[in-house]
């Protein structure tokens, strides 16, 4: 059968309506070019051997700049060759000098490992003695003192041993460090958010150790398509980028069907059958899924209801041990698996070799990570399929009305905050304890630098020479501290015989760990016993219960400080600091899967006080006299109107509506005034509603077309409810929340009838 044939098999089942849309994307033809200067003989003799004999022309483009000394961030979609941008410099510069040294960042440990392949098999053909090595957290303790005592010309790690392990120690790699000449940088799309902070802290740390050895690297970056990779890369290195954009590789036919489910069906049942039939009908496929519970499922499912395909498809998640990660990629790359169903964790570019038919079980969040794990099928130009079905969700519900508009689309922009203080604060201790930091630092913004250091020296975490104006340590080893994968110190997750079973985010540790939630971990059920915020400890004890659970929870604000303020169309937005303290007054339990309240319970917390960057919005009252006209409600329109804004905001940001949160008042005691808050819900805040305030027109637009188009009469998870949402979606009225952006944005105000918005003039 071919993809055309199964594809109108699929169409006519009855079993699985609705297909809403068909979008076939054009194949493209291969654009190959040379580079201004010829490859070393014995290295375009390798390429040959494993079967590269020309290269692309964004490959060409972009050796021809890193040869120029500039660095260089390459946006080309997944499969298209982005590896040998850097591989082939990085050798050239092996041959020249076999002193050289390069460093390979990579986000995850199935990357360094698929990377390691790659340019092992071409260093072999050459070849090259000592070449290549991990040196990661899973490098026996003897490998690790032979690899920094005789480093190899290249190192794969992770920004995690970057941080805790060579720029701590950094004497211990001086020979490396001193002919340090490239630093890659893969998938760089994926530092955001918190995480892109905290990296764009130890690459700048990296980066004034390196000067101090003498080495000033040339930084080379893959991205997948994003709306700010030139920006995204200056923000994470401090150093301007050229961008490489245009793709010369080759790209068969894709065809891409958006499913959205009749009402009585399960789109997990959908996503299950259409993998179960893409599986049988002989194609190799791939399911990702929104959440490791989901994919645990819907393996279950196949495997149930198809066993005569049970020894050809697996999952794939986070929590797996490496060996089964490794086992599982390698079967998939060999053709023995069929299909594989996965979290995001199999997003990134690990090689599964060459697959046909993807199914986004839900959107996946972003435009960016839907093309990303489309990216997965149709390799070296072979014609591919790609099926989104939707799931009970305010953008799925969007995309499924408006499929061209998604076609339509620019990615999103990746954002990290460079001067989130808090993570800030952290690594300036860190510096100081590699290198003191001097007040004519050549690579932080001293402007910004300076009043942290001197509050740390008034902590009594550095001290200040006036002789030779530097801050100097105290600590020996500050790095253990700071996790950079979260704001403030990680608490432990232990079980009741106190092993280890994770670590939490201390920013979210009184909403999610609280005594008697539902922590999971590894597809497993672990009750809160006890939380221990002295000793930063969670003790839980394994279940198997049949409920998830949520807090209940109260927010307030206050304005710290106004950053700046505009007028947009009718309403004035204002950005700034806010101090926002959250209270969790308790939990309930709930079914899973039907999400119905079995119980509610109380809890006696001490509150979350942090701050951090947001906006707020004033609503007018005359706007609001209207609404209680029309018998709307004004608590509900502005509740409805923060949380549909909150879930438009990755349509614009990479981000998950978890990160951001919101407040909203019938009258803000501060302001006197009805008023809306969004703001980043990290301390310090991470650039994500400040990436909002710059697109707020086009935002609120957003927000209200996703409003206006939903059939439901008041509100649904599909526009205005969120299911994390404190207050259990109480008030919600996305009438009088549709009314307000429609008055806001020069429009005329609406009226609602049967789920159909119709415009009128009002009195």
Known sequence: MTLTEFIGELKKRKDLREFVHHEIIPPVTASFAGTEKPLRPELEKALKGYGIEKLYAHQARAIDLVRQGKNVVVMTPTSSGKSLVYNIPVIEGILG??????????????LEHDQLKALTEISGKIPLENACAIYDGDTAGRMREKIRASPPSVVFTNPDMLHLAICAFHGKWEVFLRNLRYVIIDEIHSYRGVVGSHVAQVLRRLRRIAGSYGSNPVFIASSATIANPQELTATLTGLPFELVATSGAPQGKRNFLFLDPAPEVSPYSAATRLFTESVRAGFRTIAFTKARKITELMHAWTEKDAPDIKNSISSYRAGFLPAERREIEARLFSGELKGVISTSALELGVDIGGLDVCILAGYPGTISSTWQRSGRVGRGGRDSLIIMVAIEDALDRYFMRHPQEFFGRNAEAAVADVANPLILKSHLQCAASELPVAADDGVYDMAVATPVLDELAGEGKLWRSKVKNTWNPRARYPHRNVSIRGTGAPYRIVSEDRKPIAEGDSSRVLRELHPGAIYMHRGSQHLVLSLNMADREVVCRRVDVNYHTSPITDED???????????????????????ITESVLGYRKKELYTRRIIDERTLTLPPHVFTTTGIWMEVQETILDKVRALGYGAAGGLHALEHSAIAALPLYAMCDRMDLGGVSYTMSPQLEAPAIFIYDGYEGGIGLTRRGYGVIKDWFASTLKLMEDCPCEVSCPSCTQDPKCGNNNEPLDKRAAILILRQWLAGKPGIVHRGRTKFVALP
């Open 97 to 110: 000098d076999p002193h050289s040294r390069a460093l390979y960042l990579f986000p995850l440990k199935g």
């Open 557 to 579: 604000t206050e304005i710290i400080s106004v950053e700046a303020k505009k007028r947009v169309e009718n309403f004035d937005v204002t950005i700034g600091t806010l101090r």
